[in-house]
């Protein structure tokens, strides 16, 4: 074998080796650390009737809990600390069978607090191990795993105060704000019925606000169309693996990549906050570039001299016992 052959071989195995090592540490990062990096964002949106006070609103999705995720646990429910005026999950709390307990001791105190919910595919059926790949493809196929206890965590939810807006329009007060909100059963499983809550609501209210798991397109459009101010939807996960400098790779629903967390504006009058989430899939129990999260919206009137601003890509901690800024 000439020198030159010899030399091209030798480097051919270097950039092999250095190649596996990176795809090893980036595994490792994205499966041992930046999974549990638990990040909070924040946003301030424009979007209260004039005159109001603003309205903080803890946002929490996806926290596809399993029974022992003890540091999940005890940081969600630390973010009692940030004293929200009213808390919005939407779904998606199961990974596991026996996870209810776990979900309401991550809530805890939040769930003395108003708070309003819908579900997603993840509360109703355990997720089941899939070939990544699909993701990259679209598909209107699912594949559900065993039934999940979402009846019972409805009923701990119920118990305790908070809303289910699932195909139902309600008008709540918190601390004197009058909140006409509304929600639908989850889009990816093809759930949402529209028709049940369609219609303009109240507007006397201080916020008009639509829940939804999935951000479907069809869906946002129907409640921009009713005159929501805010639509508050999860799933995404952010992308759960980004790539610096382009963003998420896919969303999993229809919505475009630019979308898949944070702030953005849905037609000329609504709002759209869709959380990156707190967790993942057991079998892709792994985040690159998009921490999980969850977000503390400071809603102020449309009138507010502010710029709309969002702060998770500062990657904010919020560290229990710690003022927030």
């Known amino acids: 074998m000439s020198d030159s052959v010899s030399n091209t071989v030798r ?10 090592a990176l795809g090893a540490a980036t595994l490792a990062y994205a499966a041992g650390y930046e999974r549990t990096r638990w990040t ?5 949106l424009p979007v209260l009737a004039e005159g109001a006070r603003p309205l903080r609103v803890l946002h929490l999705s996806d926290l596809h809990m399993l029974p022992g995720q003890q540091s999940k ?8 600390e940030l004293n929200p005026d009213l808390v919005v999950n939407t779904g998606d709390n199961l990974a596991h069978k026996q996870a209810v307990p776990a979900v309401v001791r991550a809530l805890g105190p939040l769930l003395n607090r108003p708070g309003v919910f819908v ?11 899939k070939n990544p790949a699909r993701y990259l493809v679209p598909s209107n196929k699912r594949i559900h795993g065993t039934p999940l206890p979402w009846r019972d965590l409805r009923a701990a939810f119920l118990e305790r105060g908070w809303h289910d807006l699932t195909h139902t329009r309600t008008l709540f007060t918190v601390d004197g704000r009058t909140i006409a909100a509304a929600g639908v059963d989850d889009p990816h499983l093809k759930r949402d019925r529209y028709d049940e809550i369609q219609g303009k609501p109240d507007r006397q209210a201080t916020l008009r606000l639509g829940l939804t798991h999935s951000p479907e397109p069809r869906v946002l ?17 952010g992308g759960q693996l980004r790539i610096p400098g382009y963003g998420a790779i896919v969303t999993n629903c229809d919505l475009d990549r630019s979308r898949a967390r944070g702030t953005s504006r849905w037609g000329s009058h609504t709002w759209l906050h869709v959380s ?13 570039a998009c921490p ?11 009138t507010t001299s502010t710029n709309p601003h969002d702060e998770a890509a500062k990657g904010t901690r919020f560290n229990p016992g710690a003022s927030v800024r």
């Open 119 to 129: 579900f997603g595919s993840n509360d109703y059926f355990a997720p089941k191990p």
């Open 292 to 302: 999980p999260e969850a977000s503390l919206l400071t809603l102020v009137p449309r």
């Open 11 to 20: 480097n051919l195995s270097r950039i092999a080796v250095g190649t596996a």
């Open 40 to 44: 909070l964002r924040q946003a301030t």
């Open 221 to 237: 459009d129907n409640f921009a169309d009713d005159g929501y101010d805010l639509v508050m939807a999860g799933h995404t996960h």
């Open 73 to 80: 646990q005890r940081w969600v429910a630390a973010l009692d």
């Open 276 to 288: 990156a989430g707190l967790g993942t899939s057991p079998y892709a129990p792994v985040r690159f």
